[in-house]
């Protein structure tokens, strides 16, 4: 289906809206267009006739008839105006509505290649493009088509001859439009992309704003926005060229030649003598002429419009096309929180598999460790479990529920996590630890905050559980922001928690908070830790240890110690450097 065929569709959601707009249109339109008319009646039947005496009584009917006309004109521009910027704007809020739910739909792997930039620029410069074509541009359309339709009938009423002279222009126009589609959508295609471009490139800067400035990178930086900009400047240019060539020097050009033709055949028509044209009706083509290339100007200068929004709406199709899964709202009942992986693989990229062919299981209750070097597969492990990504090949149970028989959205109900990182959202910290979820009540997050030592450190701050938090948390230490992850993860109660790496960013002092909270959190629920610190995971159940993808080593920490392999050597190596830094 073609770009505009969808847009129309979207239009048709709100079709009764548009349709009246539309019908007030064409209202006020005929009123418009009947003046001229009335004018030439006046001027022909009752000023311009020889040899009799002006009745002013007719001519009075007419001229409030007249100004009837221009009331009825005005309030019914007014009405259509309303209703199709009304229109609009619930065309666009519906199409950036579905394109953020769309986003909440795909895949993590979308997002791997994606800058976030190029996502935001698709949901607000896009669709903004969009509402530019159904409040400026379908109004202009719409406008300009009815008032050419309405002049032509008019001149065809009046002389069909110089109507279908006059009537050259249409073809031209259409050409015209041709041939300025033709380069003004390769121009818009590079101008939407570096817009893309350069969002993506503003948002990366902010978020490693530091890294920028620590490093002394601002000059590379902006040099590389400045290239981006430097080729969307150019290509701006180029369609203003384009835009420059299509508006009044076109337009002009097609003034010049009707007024010629228009003197030529009225003209030549007085002179032989062989046809008598009325005052009246020489004003009434005159005002019809000029009124013609009114919506020609209005047209032409739309094209820009037109096809940038057609761009945008190429792109946010684009993306809506992209295959995502409904979000569920299906419900199960708790986990008693088995879990096992049977002869898994997975890779990010086609048969570059970072887990090959691994099996374990936690039972209920239990705490299994992951430990292993960067890149051995730890993480992956989680994405898995979480269903951010599925397996290549083997298969994930829970409680003997294979988790590809469930929606992505039941098989975290009953999950909760806490990362190396966490993520704070703009709003309070009690918001940030119940997410806004009616379920979980004032009172239960300040219980959880309790339960994980968080009172001991947030105590300081003015406004308690109250305090606001600024996007990712920026106004609160590393450690503040990880007692709120843990509050969270308590107060959602989860059977199945995954930490990871929840301890590797904080202080002793905090660490030992936590590790205190991390006891009570485990109780009764299947936890997995990713740890660096393996003096954090010493009661851990069983500890895996991965190396390239496999479990190289399996065992509690002393049958480990015992075995004398990787894990001893990682954790020597720990503890020697631990006694050096106290040393220290």
């Known amino acids: 289906m073609t770009t505009g065929k969808r847009l129309v569709q979207y239009a048709m959601n709100f079709k009764s809206v548009v349709i009246v707009g539309l019908i007030f249109l064409a209202i006020a339109v005929a009123a418009d267009l009947a003046t001229p008319l009335i004018a030439k009646e006046i001027i022909d039947n009752h000023i311009a006739t020889s040899g009799e005496t002006i009745d002013f009584e007719p001519i009075a009917y007419l001229l409030a008839l007249f100004f009837a006309l221009g009331i009825v004109t005005a309030v019914f521009r007014y009405l259509q105006y309303i209703l199709l910027q009304k229109g609009a704007n619930k065309i666009i809020r519906k ?218 709406a190429e792109r946010v199709f684009r993306l809506l096309d992209r295959s995502g899964e409904d979000v569920s709202d299906e419900k199960i009942a708790r986990y008693r929180g088995n879990v096992r992986f049977e002869d898994v693989w997975f890779a990010y990229k086609e048969e570059e598999y970072v887990l090959k062919d691994l099996t374990f299981e936690a039972k209920q209750g239990e705490t299994v460790a992951l430990v292993g070097h960067t890149g051995s597969g730890k993480s992956s492990i989680m994405n898995l479990l979480f269903r951010f990504y599925d397996v290549s090949k083997g298969s994930i149970t829970i409680d003997g529920i294979n988790i590809n028989d469930m929606s992505r959205q039941a098989v975290r109900e009953h999950m909760g996590i806490v990362l190396q990182d966490p993520y704070l959202f703009s709003g309070t910290i009690e918001s940030n630890i119940t997410l806004d979820d009616k379920r979980i009540t004032r009172e239960r997050a300040i219980k959880a905050l309790e339960e994980v030592g968080g009172e001991r450190v947030l105590k300081h701050l003015p406004n308690g559980i109250d305090e606001p938090v600024v996007e990712k948390g920026s106004t609160l230490s590393s450690g503040q922001r990880q007692l709120v992850s843990f509050a969270r993860a308590l107060a959602f109660d989860p059977a199945i928690l995954i930490l990871d790496e929840a301890t590797s960013n904080i202080d002793t002092e905090t660490e030992e908070i936590i590790q205190h909270a991390m006891e009570v959190l485990k109780k009764g629920r299947t936890t997995f830790i990713i740890a660096h610190r393996l003096s954090t995971i010493k009661n851990a159940d069983r500890i895996l240890v991965l190396d390239r993808g496999e479990i190289a080593e399996a065992g509690s920490h002393d049958e480990l110690m015992k075995l004398g392999g990787t894990y001893y050597q990682m954790y020597q190596i720990q503890s020697g450097m631990s006694s050096a830094q106290k040393i220290g």
């Open 95 to 312: 199409m950036r509505n579905d394109v953020f739910e769309h986003v909440q739909r795909l895949p993590i792997r979308y997002f791997d290649n994606l800058p976030a930039g190029k996502v935001v620029a698709r949901i607000t410069n896009d669709t903004e493009a969009i509402r530019e074509l159904f409040v400026t541009v379908l109004s202009q359309f719409a406008t300009s088509f009815m008032y050419m339709a309405g002049i032509y009938a008019a001149l065809f009423y009046l002389d069909w001859r110089m109507a279908l002279i006059t009537f050259v222009i249409v073809p031209l126009l259409y050409v015209w439009m041709l041939v300025y589609r033709k380069y003004a959508a390769k121009y818009n295609h590079v101008v939407r992309e570096k817009v893309s471009d350069m969002n993506a490139m503003i948002n990366e800067s902010i978020q490693g704003m530091t890294i920028i400035q620590a490093f002394r990178r601002e000059k590379q930086m902006k040099e590389e926005f400045e290239t981006m900009n430097d080729v969307h400047f150019k290509f701006q240019q180029k369609l203003l060229i384009l835009e420059a060539a299509a508006s009044h020097n076109m337009v002009g050009v097609l003034r010049s030649m009707v007024f010629i033709a228009f003197i030529w055949y009225f003209g030549g028509a007085t002179m032989s003598g062989n046809e008598v044209v009325t005052v009246g009706v020489l004003y009434a083509f005159v005002d019809y002429i000029i009124r013609l290339f009114n919506p020609i100007s209005g047209i032409v200068n739309q094209f820009a419009k037109l096809e940038q929004a057609l761009v945008a």
